[in-house]
């Protein structure tokens, strides 16, 4: 029937899996098992538990390029626009990190420089700020919901807003935006680095 049916597909599904598996080459087989370890020894390293030169050093040679696959791919998913200080201490270190797994270092350099100036500036600027831009946006916003009220003939003019508007999902929406606006600025500047970074030898 075709419960029975259904039983058979899922296991010739299963069966042709570890076929594959079984036909993985060798190659494949060693960076299955490499890149997870370049993750962990990267993780480590950004946890402060670890330090990446001696991991490096003490990888056999042939499973080098898997091992450092791995570690480039972490360290370069933590490069990344700060959320708090914390963020900001493993972005420099993953970014001091990726001058461990590189040899061109004048390439290296220039673009890690840029990195550094990029998440700095971000730190600062946000909080600096912060405060400013949502006073900005929540006035703005509160005479837009004021000339709403007017026009509906709920309130006189010149009468304040008798609404919490930073309870409103729609101003809470609003700066949202805001805030992703001023991601963006250093978001982009940021990805291109790090596609250049990727690509250095």
């Known amino acids: 029937g075709a419960i029975m049916d259904k039983m058979k597909n899922a296991y010739q599904r299963a069966m042709e899996r570890v076929e594959q598996l079984g036909n ?22 950004l946890n402060g538990q670890e330090e990446l030169q001696s991991s ?4 056999p040679t042939e499973m080098l390029p898997h091992f450092l ?22 972005g420099e270190l993953a970014v001091k990190g990726m ?10 350099e220039g ?30 916003f509160q005479s837009r919901v004021q000339e709403t009220l007017i026009q509906q003939g709920k309130i ?22 805001v805030l992703l606006q001023f991601d963006d600025q250093y978001s982009e500047p940021l990805n291109l680095q790090k596609a250049k970074l990727e690509k250095i030898s």
């Open 24 to 45: 993985a080459s060798e190659e494949e087989t060693i960076r299955l098992t490499w890149m997870p370890k370049g993750q962990t020894a990267a993780a480590q390293y």
């Open 56 to 59: 490096i050093d003490s990888c």
């Open 69 to 90: 696959e791995g570690i480039t791919k972490v360290l370069l998913q933590n490069i990344t626009l700060p959320k708090s200080q914390d963020d900001h201490r493993r």
């Open 99 to 108: 001058s461990v797994t590189k040899k061109d270092t004048k390439a290296l």
């Open 111 to 140: 673009i890690t420089s840029k990195i550094t100036y990029i998440l700095s500036t971000y730190m600062m600027y946000k909080n600096e700020k912060m405060n400013e831009m949502y006073e900005e946006t929540k006035t703005k």
């Open 156 to 177: 006189a003019p010149g009468t304040p807003v008798p609404i919490n508007v930073e309870a409103m999902p729609e101003f809470r929406q609003e700066w949202n935006n």
